[in-house]
């Protein structure tokens, strides 16, 4: 099975921050890999999927990069509505695998 | 704009079935391009992918070895709405379930707890 490890595990950053968030995976996905973001009590919302495509009514100021085993989640300005739990998730074999999230805090 | 509707009960005893139902609007389960997906999310496990099915000119379902002795995954054509059966549940299977379709749209979770 492939193992996904993100960090930090916890980020404490200000509104209009750029922030970056890591992944690795345990061996190579190519671009096979998402991110989420989860707010409590709700379901995660899909962010990027293929590793850099943007899904359809993300804001642009979030952006995805990587391939292989080392991707990267970043938030160019921090909004207030940006602070939650955020995961990626391997779908290049099965079972699909995810991290175990990147908490974003307010500072 | 696709919607999934879980219903199922919250609470299951040990060594029983669990059973949840999405039902599917705006999309078919039948669909040549879409998956369906059963994943949960607890404290102690994070977020676990279960199983799939889907539709590429026959059904096709895969599941995680995890679970792949326990777990039924079914399409129901006649009502657009696939199900999940975990069986033999302990404590361990306490979590909140989700379907998916795909990666991109979530239903709205069930909080499932195992206990006597």
């Known amino acids: 099975d492939i193992r996904m490890t993100q960090s930090p595990s916890t980020l404490s950053a200000s509104v209009g921050d750029r922030v970056t968030i890591t992944c690795r995976a345990s061996?190579?996905?190519?671009?096979?890999l998402a991110w989420f973001q989860q707010k409590p009590g709700k379901a995660p919302k899909l962010l990027i999927y293929?590793?850099?495509n943007l899904e359809s009514g993300v804001p642009s100021r979030f952006s995805g990069s990587g391939s292989g085993t080392e991707f990267t989640l970043t938030i160019s300005s921090l909004q207030p509505d940006d602070f939650a739990t955020y995961y990626c998730?391997?779908?290049?074999?099965?079972?699909?695998?995810f991290g175990q999230g990147t908490k974003l805090e307010i500072k | 704009q696709v919607q999934l509707q879980q219903s199922g009960p919250g609470l299951v005893k040990p060594s029983q079935t669990l059973s949840l139902t999405c039902a599917i609007s705006?999309?078919?389960?039948?669909?040549?391009?879409?998956?369906w997906n059963w994943i949960r999310q607890s404290p102690s496990r994070g977020l676990e992918w279960l199983g799939r099915?889907?539709?590429?000119?026959?059904?096709?379902?895969i599941s995680a070895v995890s679970v792949k002795s326990r777990i039924t995954i079914n399409p129901d054509t006649s009502k657009n709405q696939f199900s999940l059966q975990l069986n033999s549940v302990t404590p361990e299977d306490t979590a909140t379930y989700y379907c998916?379709?795909?990666?991109?749209?979530w239903g709205q979770g069930t909080t499932v707890t195992v206990s006597s």
């Open positions: 998916v379709r795909d990666m991109d749209v």
């Open positions: 705006g999309d078919s389960v039948s669909s040549n391009s879409a998956t």
């Open positions: 099915t889907y539709y590429r000119s026959k059904w096709y379902n």
């Open positions: 061996q190579s996905i190519s671009s096979w």
């Open positions: 293929k590793a850099s």
């Open positions: 998730q391997q779908y290049n074999s099965y079972p699909y695998s």
